[in-house]
T-cell receptor, first 113, second 113 residues
Framework: EAGVAQSPRYKIIEKRQSVAFWCNPI?????LYWYQQILGQGPKLLIQ????????DSQLPKDRFSAERLKGVDSTLKIQPAKLEDSAVYLC???????????FGQGTRLTVV | QQQVKQSPQSLIVQKGGISIINCAYE??????FPWYQQFPGKGPALLIA?????SEKKEGRFTISFNKSAKQFSLHIMDSQPGDSATYFC????????????FGQGTRLTINP
């Protein structure tokens, strides 16, 4: 079974630029999550989808972050404009349903300079 | 109320010893408590999980002990091996609502040969 795929693996941008991350979940997984992991901290949930609907986006900085999951499969997370404090690893995860095991991708390491 | 507090931040154990990592939570609505293992450059991977209807769960060298009245749970790694060197995260989620995972701050475990 293929795992959660994310791209790119690494990205370096200047502050105020925009960036987008892509995630392809495990086939058949209805729930998709985007987490932000700042160095030395645990992952923090940014947004959670159930199929193509948003279940929770309470911790998503909506003035600069946006995410979509068209057709309930792949998802993209966008930051515009980026700030220095957005430097982190962005992890995508998926699960078969709510409250079941979440499988994580390798993440995208973003550095904002 | 949504926090999960994890300790210690870092831990060094000799090969063959027992590694113990502790977590505490406040929200009594949490009903799923997983532990994740993360190696450098990789996403977190589920190690073992417990629900509050049992006080202990064992899988190989890994054991979760759960104390519902104290709102604490811990991970024990028996016969610790150098390959166990990684960062460990406890987490919790609720049966109701978005059921999102809330992570602890992480423990960097080093097993000396």
């Amino acid at each position: 079974e293929a795992g959660v795929a994310q791209s790119p693996r690494y990205k370096i941008i200047e502050k105020r630029q925009s960036v987008a991350f892509w995630c392809n979940p495990i086939s058949g997984h209805a729930t998709l999550y985007w987490y932000q992991q700042i160095l030395g901290q645990g992952p923090k949930l940014l947004i959670q989808f159930q199929n193509n609907g948003v279940v929770d986006d309470s911790q998503l900085p909506k003035d600069r972050f946006s995410a979509e999951r068209l057709k309930g499969v792949d998802s993209t997370l966008k930051i515009q404009p980026a700030k220095l404090e957005d430097s982190a690893v962005y992890l995508c995860a998926s699960s078969q349903a709510l409250n079941t095991e979440a499988f994580f991708g390798q993440g995208t390491r973003l550095t904002v300079v | 109320q949504q926090q999960v507090k994890q300790s210690p931040q870092s831990l060094i154990v000799q090969k063959g010893g027992i590694s113990i990592i502790n977590c505490a939570y406040e929200n009594t609505a949490f009903d799923y408590f997983p532990w994740y293992q993360q190696f450098p450059g990789k996403g977190p991977a589920l190690l073992i999980a417990i629900r509050p209807d049992v006080s202990e769960k064992k899988e190989g060298r890994f054991t979760i002990s759960f104390n519902k009245s104290a709102k604490q749970f811990s991970l024990h790694i028996m016969d610790s091996q150098p390959g166990d060197s990684a960062t460990y995260f406890c987490a919790a989620s609720m049966k109701q609502g978005a059921q999102k995972l809330v992570f602890g701050q992480g423990t960097r475990l080093t097993i000396n040969p």
